[in-house]
């Protein structure tokens, strides 16, 4: 079955600096791809997702980039915030909404 | 949100005890689903539904059951509860309703901590 390796486990960078979160999946089938941000406390918030005719998609600060030959995709946030602080999880899936998730990764923002 | 709750939202239980989560939305969506979330696991599909009494095994089903007697309310039961099913259980929907098409994104509740002692 599908598998989502997600890196890195935690992440620290000065606020105005980029973040960049990778994944990889396994399963060539997978044609879709969410990211979902966690705040301390409350239910995962997707942020943005991606399908699999396209390479690039991005809503403000935020871009996801797929290379569906390599099995990768990746979550790009700019000029970073205090409040971008969060945990935040890629996911895979075959049509059909069985999300398959990575483990995570910690952001830090610091002021 | 989508318009999901969670009850209850926190819970404290024993060993072998039953215990029965319910996750309720507003919006008369088909497809329900249920997560629970482990340090260093994300978040893994427990079961899920795609309409009333249509239910299905995720990857971590062994030692739950669930229940869908109405569009609206989905149950999670552990029948008989023990300490590796302690843990934070998210319920989700997507985007589809009865008379139109299915949508990948999924929304999640808010959730429920459930410590087995």
């Known amino acids: 079955g599908e598998n989502v390796e997600q890196h890195p486990s935690t992440l620290s960078v000065q606020e105005g600096d980029s973040a960049v979160i990778k994944c990889t999946y396994s399963?060539?089938?997978?044609?879709?791809f969410p990211w979902y941000k966690q705040e301390l406390g409350k239910g995962p918030q997707l942020i943005i997702d991606?399908?699999?005719?396209?390479g690039e998609k991005k809503d403000q600060r935020i871009a996801v980039t797929l290379n569906k030959t390599a099995k990768h995709f990746s979550l790009h946030i700019t000029e970073t915030q205090p409040e971008d602080s969060a945990v935040y999880f890629c996911?895979?899936?075959?049509?059909?909404?069985?999300?398959?998730f990575g483990q995570g990764t910690e952001l830090s923002v610091k002021p | 949100d989508a318009g999901i709750t969670q009850s209850p939202r926190h819970k404290v239980t024993e060993t072998g005890t039953p215990v029965t989560l319910r996750c309720h939305q507003t919006e008369n969506h088909r497809y329900m689903y249920w997560y629970r979330q482990d340090p260093g696991h994300g978040l893994r599909l427990i079961h899920y539904s795609y309409g009333v009494k249509d239910t299905d095994k995720g990857e971590v089903s062994d030692g739950y059951s669930v229940s869908r007697s109405k569009t609206e309310d989905f149950l999670l039961t552990l029948e008989s509860a023990t300490s590796s099913q302690t843990s934070v259980y998210f319920c989700?929907?997507?985007?589809?309703?009865?008379?139109?098409?299915?949508?990948?994104?999924?929304?999640f509740g808010p959730g429920t901590r459930l410590t087995v002692l």
């Open positions: 991606i399908r699999s005719n396209v």
């Open positions: 989700a929907i997507s985007l589809s309703p009865a008379r139109g098409a299915f949508s990948d994104e999924q929304f």
């Open positions: 399963d060539s089938a997978s044609n879709y």
């Open positions: 996911a895979a899936s075959i049509f059909g909404g069985k999300l398959i």
